[in-house]
């Protein structure tokens, strides 16, 4: 019985660390999706987490089995100990030592995404995304490098889904994507994020970007793409019963291809 | 001076089998620290059968309470810093509500006094301006309301400082309520000279929860009209 | 009738919050088995099922995605708050609190058998909300504003009202059977036990009890304060400018993030709720199991308590990429590392009450086992979510559902199945079916491993929560075949649990009689007869030792029940060498 559950054990710990590695090698589909931005901190925090759990996890499940294993019930001389203070200040400091390490590494990361972003906001490309049930619009200012004027009265599912005033000079230019957000590679992004009815959260897998959108606010996040290409965006957060199928495109093209795709008119 | 004595020795016969006697008394008479560690000394030789103390069931029950109108007076702070933040004025009877609590919090502690000092007629009397004013405080609380209601202020009101005045003071007066549901369950021993130790902790315990309920309503009171 | 059902007696009060836990498991996990056949596949059509419940299902015969939230809402919902919530603490906590500290009866007997009674009304106004217009609600057991805000259309409408009463009245139950044991535990303690003479149950269901009391208030405040909102149309959690249904709402001034903190700070000390009292009593099974001291007792008290109490400065974990100061986020972060330290703590004193020991391998010792190996493997995952950094992909993705269901889900009911066993021989007077209780073991253990762990591997692919399908991503597609097993594998395991009922049913009227210390366990319940008579001890127990001197040096047994004084240890020995 005892060897049974203490191989039990050990096997569950091997496949564990096994799974997981394979995650890792890339040999199953199981992996992180493509990464398509310079930024890889988030990722290798993730692997470096990944091997320090998983050397605590396979210490701690060996140990367990070996203990099942060795201590079976017709053991005559039983350790009589109350404990051992010293053994657990120390392992209680090594272990404070080891997960405030991860922390400290994990917030440097957050401080390069939340407190790094490209100050002037005049170099950077201004994309407003508007969430609603269940799909995401996208506007870009047009030449002017200005948003018009929005106004809830006008919005319109099928004509005017953003509820552009068209009496406002600054609307007249502006372009409206439903479902698909068309970005130049290489160039910063500052996303304006809204939302029209409940929350969602704009979540680019690939990028590992993710941003709640709450409603009744607006939330700016930044971030750039380094491969051309296309992948999907998704919302992360409930929204009703469409949650599921609130999918957009996100197309990164080259900056001819950009530029081109903003001077025709209507863009495609 | 004698008619008190009288009184308590009939209090003592009236009271039966829950008054052990004189001692227990004096010992019941107010003290909390009396009240809950009274088990430990002379009554471990009998079977012990565990009298809880109804003072320890105040002071939890105190915390929930006070963690329950804290969340509400968060959502208070966060909506107070938002843009377009207007307060209503304040309708004249909560005034007068807050100072009736304020009496009515003195004159019940003014009835434990009295009935540690075995002064029962007194005791008595104190408990019925207690239980008078605290009925005033929930008809002027009503009448506030009423005063709102007047100038078109509801509950569901475009001002969100109006729907919390509504909803504090509803959430005070629930709970105000158990006092004073413990209040006249007082009264009814103060009329009918019933001094079981039960009905004396119940002083005890209506008097800590009526002043708590008065310093919480001073405080909602101050949140609510003064700090701005 | 009075005897049964209105009893004031402690032990039928936490029977009946056993049943109500044990009733509410079967609705929670058939809900789950539900929602997994629509999401692996969806396209399948339910001819019986769909004329049974209409609403649920489309022309074609198909479960809508409507129905696959409502019953993610409802099985999140029932599980954390009628299983995890109250199996641990009230079910057990009721009949062996009092037992364990050598009270007769919990302090107010009536408040106990009252708040079981709200509860049970609790749940029926819960599961009331699937037959209402609408249906069940969607907006998952976190209910985050506005969509929870709106009342009309499928999962919109009465039953998200009646899920927010539901909630309201389990708070209220749950803190009045709190305020019961507190006052229990500091009140009526029998002679001689010392509250750092306790079994760590009692210290777990302190814990618990505390929590609740700090904890269940704020849920109360905000569900009132959400359920005027839906109602009257107040202003607190309604934002301003939403168009929902082509109807704009405007002029509002609520702030809906306000309900996550509200939320949050009541639901992370939640989860801690379901898995204290688990801690407490794997720790005692484990020494009582191996025949050893509890490795550091003191130190568990103390991470217990740190527990509890680090459990309150966290919640802004849940919410770190919802839009609170970046500053904050940092703050939550190092705090939720920090509870690794205690919960690392334990687990080292778990695997050093082994070391050395004599392990009986009996059932309880498996679940506690289990329990030991769920915790750790749940518990690393948190150190990946605690990164705020790694938290901004993980963040509502499978990670985060393997996590917790790891976690405060196995881990958690394998400390109610290990209690079960654990007790079980006190409660009726019989043994559980050693057999079936070993076979149960295997395949469930194997079994929420099968089921959990690919789920980390889902979140590590980035398959975003609460999905009703996964068809429409094309990132996603490749997935099916874990999803697909992870069904499989849940298929199994549900069905293994036939096992424990089948054993818990039969082991009632024919499981091997055993005497009253079956386990040849110290703490005070083993002293009294199995059942335990009306009145608990007829006399109060003198308590003389802590909880766990098992195979003390020199002692004639290997076992000295807290009431056994030193005078009755064969040699007069100092019993504590370092």
Redesign the interface.
């Given at each position: 019985?005892?060897a049974a559950?203490a191989i039990?054990?050990w096997f569950?710990a091997i496949v564990?660390v096994l799974?997981f590695s394979a995650?890792h090698l890339g040999s199953?589909?199981?992996?992180?999706?493509e990464l398509i931005t310079n930024f890889s901190?988030?990722d290798s925090?993730?692997y470096l987490?990944?091997t320090?759990?998983g050397i605590?996890?396979l210490l701690?499940?060996l140990?367990?089995g070996y203990?099942?294993f060795k201590?079976?019930?017709?053991?005559p001389?039983?350790?009589?100990?109350?404990?051992?203070?010293r053994?657990?200040v120390t392992?209680?400091l090594g272990?404070?030592i080891v997960?405030?390490a991860?922390?400290v590494m994990?917030?440097r990361?957050?401080?390069k995404?939340?407190?790094a972003q490209p100050t002037n906001p005049t170099n950077v490309l201004q994309i407003e995304a508007t969430a609603?049930q269940f799909r995401w619009i996208f506007r870009y200012s047009g030449k002017d490098n200005k948003f018009g004027e929005t106004l809830?009265?006008l919005?319109n599912?099928d004509h005017n889904p953003l509820g552009l005033n068209q009496k406002d000079t600054n609307s007249n230019d502006d372009i409206v994507k439903l479902s698909e957000l068309v970005i130049p590679v290489d160039e910063p992004i500052k996303l304006i994020l809204r939302s029209?009815?409940?929350?969602h959260?704009f979540?680019v897998?690939n990028l590992?970007?993710?941003?709640?959108v709450?409603?009744?606010?607006s939330?700016a996040t930044g971030f750039e793409a380094n491969k051309i290409g296309e992948y999907?965006i998704?919302?992360?957060?409930?929204?009703?019963?469409?949650?599921?199928?609130m999918?957009a495109k996100l197309r990164v093209i080259s900056k001819e291809d950009f530029n081109n795709w903003l001077k025709s008119d209507p863009p495609k | 001076m004698s008619t008190v004595e009288t009184k308590i020795r009939r209090t003592n016969t009236t009271s039966g089998g829950n008054n052990t006697g004189g001692d227990n008394y004096n010992r019941g008479g107010g003290d909390e620290g009396n009240n809950s560690g009274s088990n430990d000394g002379s009554q471990t030789e009998q079977p012990k059968k565990h009298k809880t103390s109804p003072m320890l069931f105040l002071t939890f029950a105190m915390i929930p309470i006070a963690i329950f109108f804290a969340a509400i007076v968060f959502v208070y702070l966060a909506h107070e810093m938002r843009n377009g933040w207007t307060p209503i004025a304040m309708p004249a009877a909560v005034l007068a509500s807050t100072l009736v609590l304020i009496i009515s919090s003195v004159t019940l502690e003014m009835a434990r006094k009295a009935l540690k000092a075995k002064l029962l007629e007194d005791f008595k009397r104190w408990v019925m301006v207690s239980t008078f004013l605290g009925i005033t405080f929930f008809t002027t609380q009503l009448i506030a309301w009423k005063q709102l209601m007047a100038k078109g202020v509801y509950i569901e009101a475009i001002n969100p400082h109006a729907t919390f005045f509504y909803i504090l003071t509803a959430a005070h007066g629930l709970h105000l309520f158990g006092g004073l549901i413990g209040l006249s369950y007082v009264l009814f021993g103060a009329m009918y000279y019933r001094f079981s130790a039960d009905r004396r902790n119940a002083v005890d315990v209506t008097t800590t929860y009526w002043h708590f309920m008065d310093g919480l309503w001073i405080f909602l009171f101050l949140l609510l009209f003064v700090w701005k | 009738m009075r005897k049964y059902l209105f009893s004031l007696d402690h032990k039928v009060v936490g029977l009946q919050y056993y049943l109500l836990a044990l009733t509410a498991l079967i609705v929670a996990v058939s809900l789950s088995v539900l929602m997994r056949l629509r999401l692996t596949w969806p396209e399948d059509v339910w001819p019986l099922f769909s004329k049974l419940l209409p609403s649920a299902f489309n022309n074609a015969g198909q479960m809508?995605?409507?129905f696959y939230?409502a019953l993610m809402t409802m099985h999140g919902t029932i599980m954390i708050f009628f299983v995890l919530t109250i199996a641990p603490q009230a079910a057990f906590g009721n009949y062996f609190l009092p037992l364990q500290i050598g009270a007769n009866q919990m302090a107010a007997p009536r408040l106990g058998q009252t708040s079981f009674w709200i509860t049970t009304l609790a749940f029926c106004i819960l599961i009331t909300a699937f037959f209402v217009a609408g249906g069940a609600p969607?907006?998952?057991w976190t209910a985050?504003p506005?969509?929870s805000i709106?009342s009309s259309g499928?999962?919109h409408a009465r039953g998200m009202d009646l899920w927010l009463i539901s909630l309201a009245v389990f708070s209220i139950a749950a803190i009045l059977n709190s305020l019961n044991f507190m006052v229990t535990i500091l009140e009526h303690r029998t002679s001689g036990m010392q509250l750092m003479r306790m079994p760590l149950t009692c210290w777990g269901w302190m814990a618990t009890a505390m929590i609740s009391l700090l904890a269940f208030p704020v849920l109360l405040a905000a569900g009132l304060l959400l359920l005027l909102d839906r109602l009257i149309g107040t202003d607190f959690f309604t934002?301003?400018?939403?168009?929902?249904n082509?109807q704009?709402i405007?002029l509002r001034q609520?702030?809906?993030?306000l309900w996550q903190h509200l939320f949050w700070f009541f639901g992370h000390p939640e989860v801690y709720l379901a898995i204290l009292p688990g801690m407490g009593v794997v720790s005692h099974i484990l020494a009582t199991f191996?025949?050893?001291?509890?490795?550091?007792?003191?130190?568990m008290v103390w991470a217990t308590l740190a527990i509890a109490l680090l459990g309150f400065l966290v919640w802004g974990h849940h919410m770190f990429?919802?839009?609170i100061s970046?500053y904050l986020?940092?703050t939550f972060?190092?705090l939720t590392?920090?509870i690794?330290?205690p919960s690392?703590?334990k687990?080292?004193?778990w695997?050093?009450t082994?070391?050395?020991?004599?392990?009986?391998?009996a059932t309880p010792m498996?679940y506690a086992?289990g329990f030991?190996?769920l915790f750790?493997?749940g518990g690393?995952?948190g150190?990946?979510l605690?990164?705020?950094?790694?938290d901004?992909?993980l963040?509502?993705?499978y990670f985060v559902v393997g996590h917790f269901h790891l976690i405060m889900g196995s881990a958690a009911v394998f400390a109610i199945f290990a209690a079960t066993a654990f007790w079980f021989p006190k409660v009726f007077g019989r043994q559980m079916n050693e057999d079936l209780g070993?076979v149960h073991f295997?395949l469930t253990?194997?079994g929420v491993?099968a089921i959990f762990?690919?789920m980390h591997?889902?979140g590590?692919?980035?398959n975003?929560r609460?999905?009703?399908?996964?068809s429409?991503?094309?990132?996603l597609n490749?997935?099916q075949p874990?999803h697909k097993f992870i069904t499989i594998a849940m298929l199994i395991t549900v069905n293994a649990q036939l096992l424990f009922f089948i054993n818990l049913i039969t082991s009632t009227f024919a499981g091997k009689k055993v005497n009253e210390n079956p386990w040849q366990a110290t703490t005070l319940e083993w002293t009294v007869t199995s059942p335990p008579p009306k009145d608990n001890f007829s006399e109060p127990p003198n308590v003389c030792r802590g909880a766990y001197d098992?195979?003390?040096?020199d002692a004639a047994q290997?076992f000295l029940m807290q009431t056994q004084a030193d005078s009755m240890v064969a040699e007069d020995k100092p019993v504590?060498?370092k």
């Open positions: 019985m005892a559950i039990l054990i569950l564990v799974l995650g199953v589909n199981w992996n992180f999706p901190d988030i925090q993730f987490t990944l320090i759990t605590a996890f701690s499940h140990i367990l203990f099942i201590y079976k019930d017709n053991n001389l039983v350790k009589y100990s109350k404990g051992n203070n053994l657990e392992y209680a272990v404070g997960f405030i991860l922390a994990s917030q990361i957050w401080t995404i939340y407190f609603e809830l009265e919005v599912k029209h009815d409940v929350m959260s979540f897998p590992r970007l993710k941003q709640d709450i409603p009744g606010m939330m999907e998704a919302c992360a957060e409930l929204c009703g019963q469409g949650h599921y199928r999918r | - | 809508t995605p409507d939230l969607l907006a998952g985050y506005p969509l709106i499928t999962g934002p301003n400018g939403m168009i929902v082509g704009i405007d609520g702030i809906p993030i191996s025949r050893k001291p509890v490795f550091g007792y003191r130190t990429v919802a839009g970046p986020s940092m972060s190092f590392l920090t690794a330290i690392a703590i687990t080292l004193n695997l050093g082994m070391w050395g020991g004599k392990i009986r391998l498996l086992i030991v190996s750790v493997t690393l995952g150190i990946f605690g990164q705020s950094s790694l901004i992909y963040h509502d993705t070993k295997f253990f194997i491993y762990l690919p591997f889902l590590i692919a980035g975003p609460r999905y009703a399908e996964i429409q991503f094309i990132y490749q997935l874990l098992f195979s003390l040096p290997d504590e060498p």
